[in-house]
């Protein structure tokens, strides 16, 4: 079956059966908690609830990048969140983040604690308060910006567009896969384009808007998304191949990539971190067996 039956529209639509494919336990069309569970609370400043999903990626790249460059202040507690369970409904997570999406972040660091959500903003906050992988320079910190708002807006069609049409729905849907691949591979373009002329993605300088793009656009040409690398013909972006091959040989990226991951061979995931010796590989090995 390649494509739905005929389908009409009621005049007002209603929920009356789950939706979504793979996450039709999780999907609903209302907010707020669906149960009383307080979040856990380690001794760092910074506390992240997550799941190593390209979005969760990003936060702890960035963490780790800004530990890499001597920010003491910017050691953390990554606390794994398995959304498919729904803990994101927890009371707890609700009230870090209202919209119950990973990432979600508490920094306590002050007298007041600050919640932070969305990755961008994560991103934004953290290289705001540590001075770090944004530029201060008028044109080039709108260069940044443009960015990482380009990944804000562009990855919902890969993820939820093509990623879920591809991957993830109970029935292959012909006109939603081809719709959602073609925008895809634009993007690609505009991406490949951009860094044909460029060493990084804003510029000479690696930032935030790197780090938001590379869990998504290089993790797809890696081969590591929806198994899609081979239907989109990855191997034809050249640039972005080229970037995302710098970006894998970052310390800082390759610890980034295995905190709360759940997925892959063993020695690729550490389900929580709350130390940098965490990442050591007997330490690792605990972690993964007691998740």
């Known amino acids: 079956m390649t494509d739905t039956p005929d389908y009409t529209p009621p005049k007002v639509w209603e929920w009356k059966k789950p939706s979504g494919g793979q996450f039709a336990s999780i999907n609903r069309p209302i907010a707020g908690a669906t149960h009383e569970k307080e979040l856990p609370v380690g001794r760092h400043p910074l506390q992240l609830y997550s799941l190593a999903t390209p979005n969760g990626q990003k936060v702890t790249i960035m963490l780790e990048e800004l530990l890499a460059l001597g920010h003491k202040g910017a050691e953390y507690d990554a606390w794994l969140i398995k959304i498919g369970e729904g803990p994101q409904f927890g009371s707890g997570f609700v009230a870090v983040n209202p919209n119950s999406k990973i990432p979600a972040l508490m920094d306590r660091s002050g007298a007041t604690p600050i919640r932070v959500f969305e990755s961008g903003a994560i991103l934004t906050y953290l290289a705001e308060k540590f001075d770090a992988f944004l530029p201060t320079e008028p044109a080039t910190r709108a260069e940044c910006l443009s960015w990482l708002f380009w990944q804000m807006g562009s990855a919902p069609y890969l993820g939820g567009g093509l990623g879920h049409f591809y991957a993830y729905a109970p ?121």
């Open 171 to 291: 029935m292959k849907i012909e006109y939603a896969i081809d719709r959602f691949a073609m925008e895809v591979k634009r993007q690609l373009d505009v991406l490949d384009r951009q860094l044909a002329e460029h060493e990084f993605i804003a510029g000479p300088a690696y930032t935030i808007a790197d780090i938001a793009i590379f869990p998504w656009y290089g993790g797809l040409v890696k081969g590591w998304l929806y198994g899609a690398g081979e239907f989109l013909s990855v191997q034809d972006y050249k640039h972005v191949n080229r970037w995302a091959d710098q970006l894998l040989k970052r310390p800082a990226v390759i610890r980034g990539r295995k905190v709360n991951r759940v997925q892959g061979e063993p020695s690729s995931q550490l389900h929580e971190r709350h130390e940098a010796s965490d990442f050591d590989t007997k330490t690792q090995d605990k972690v993964v067996k007691a998740g």
